[in-house]
């Protein structure tokens, strides 16, 4: 980007499934686009998952190529690995200072060989995979990245410049330094998304005490096509498991956890239903249930809620499957002490009322959508308000639902509250269909 300050119509933060579709909207209509994301790629979380429900189609098939057409929009500028500083109104305009973070390496000369990645001696955590493998402290984030550039994680980096020396074109800069830049726009759409609940917050579940519980986004890069195995393995012994648990609703429509281990907002109570962990966790059974067809897989649940058009028949479909459901309250996950890596699992029937327990060899915990509302902190001359639950409040639900507190500023996707993806598309449209009229609007 020139150092001269440009204008744009539109600013979107996020680029998630819900940021590019309003992204792509927009372009579509010939306003010239902003596209802001944090990360060293856009697809968010979606590039991570296997299938989606209730179809079973192939995830990374439908937003790879969402992926590349908004990375070659003529109308659509990408800034990757970049922070939002400060958004002030004045005139009509936001002004938006934004921080480009250093990759170190040249976006320009890099040619996504990998050579800097098989010469790096450093191995560290493989965040795309949920910690479950590892990548050298030059990679690319993900073997479907857009764009595939390298980036060098400097808090492990120990200057041995073995992939300086195999990188043919020069891309390795290690002088980078962070680039601040100021646009204005006309208007602003936020599809910043949401966070997971962390299994380590309820922690009679044994999350990272016991390796083989698992939250349910490392189960979906297990049976993912780009997963890290060729098998489903569970952790602590690289064993085909026999039989798997799901524990629905860890985290959400939870009351018990407001100050349970001081770790404050995160996991605080969250009376909410997150909408998607039942039929997350189905879909996962039945890719289990072709992928381990001998094994025994159960899901714990308070209640199914299948509330979307095929969800119901999605569910019955599971159970036809051989599928077994127990509705019952889990209230603690104990390692045996055989040293076989199996849990036992203590839960509720809710049916009896009885105390009961079941052995397992993995769990896996479906965990609950949180609010991701950090963005509300940039805006320092409007305040960003907030819903009871924590996620940017819709002003006008019925009407206009991606309408926020701030005149220009809308809401899209998962950032307004919980959403399965064909609603948080939807939404992305209703939000670029508002941010166009508004252009319009101050014409």
């Known amino acids: 980007m020139p150092e001269n300050k440009k204008t744009f119509d539109a600013l979107v933060v996020g ?45 990374a098939c439908i937003t790879t190529p969402k992926m590349s057409e908004t990375a070659r929009h003529p109308n659509i500028q990408l800034l990757l690995n970049t922070d939002i500083m400060e958004i002030t109104k004045n005139n009509g305009l936001f002004n938006v200072n934004l921080t480009i973070q250093p990759t170190y390496v040249n976006p320009d000369l890099c040619t996504g060989c990998q050579l800097c990645e098989w010469a790096c001696p450093v191995v560290i955590v493989d965040k795309y995979n949920n910690n479950m493998v590892g990548q050298k402290a030059i990679s690319i984030a993900f073997s479907l990245a857009n764009p595939k550039v390298a980036a060098i994680d400097m808090n492990h980096c120990i200057h041995c410049k073995k992939c300086e020396k195999v990188c043919e074109p020069k891309a390795i800069d290690y002088e980078m330094q ?15 998304g949401f966070n997971l ?24 890069r297990l049976i993912a096509p780009t997963r890290p195995y060729n098998a489903v393995l569970r952790p602590s012994d690289g064993k085909v498991p026999d039989k798997i648990a799901y524990v629905l609703c860890t985290g959400s429509r939870d009351s018990s956890l407001e100050n349970a281990i ?15 962990c039942c039929m997350y966790s189905i879909k996962q059974a039945q890719l289990l249930m072709g992928a381990l067809p ?5 899901i714990y649940y308070m209640d199914i809620r299948a509330f979307g058009k095929g969800y119901e028949e ?8 051989g599928v077994n ?20 699992l203590r839960y509720e029937d809710v049916t009896t009322g009885a105390l009961k327990e079941a052995n397992h060899d993995l769990v896996v915990l479906s965990v609950g959508v949180l609010p991701n509302n950090g963005i509300t902190k940039v805006f320092t001359d409007d305040k960003l308000e907030l819903d ?37 598309i939807l939404s992305a449209g209703s939000a670029a269909s508002e941010a166009a009229s508004y252009i319009n609007s101050t014409l």
């Open 262 to 276: 001081g770790c404050g907002a995160e996991c605080s109570n969250n009376p909410i239903c997150s909408q998607i």
């Open 325 to 344: 459901f127990i509705k019952g309250k889990v209230a603690k996950i104990n390692q045996k002490d055989d040293n076989s890596g199996d849990l036992i």
């Open 294 to 298: 001998l094994a025994d897989i159960t």
């Open 178 to 192: 962070p680039k601040n830049i100021n646009i204005e726009t006309k208007t602003v759409i936020i599809a910043t």
């Open 197 to 220: 609940f962390k299994g380590e917050n309820k922690p009679q579940y044994g999350f990272k005490k016991f390796p083989n519980v698992i939250d349910a986004m490392q189960m979906d």
């Open 388 to 424: 009871n639950q924590g996620f940017i409040k819709s002003i006008d639900e019925l009407v206009s639902p991606s309408l926020t507190s701030i005149d220009g500023v809308f809401v899209a996707g998962t950032a307004a509250g919980p959403k399965d993806i064909p609603d948080s």
């Open 314 to 321: 999605f569910f019955q479909q599971s159970k036809g499957m």
């Open 15 to 59: 680029g998630g499934i819900a940021g590019q579709e309003a992204a792509l909207s927009l372009a579509n209509m010939d306003y010239k686009v902003l596209l802001v994301e944090k990360e060293l790629s856009i697809g968010g979380k979606m590039i991570q998952l296997s299938k989606v429900f209730p179809t079973l189609d192939c995830a």
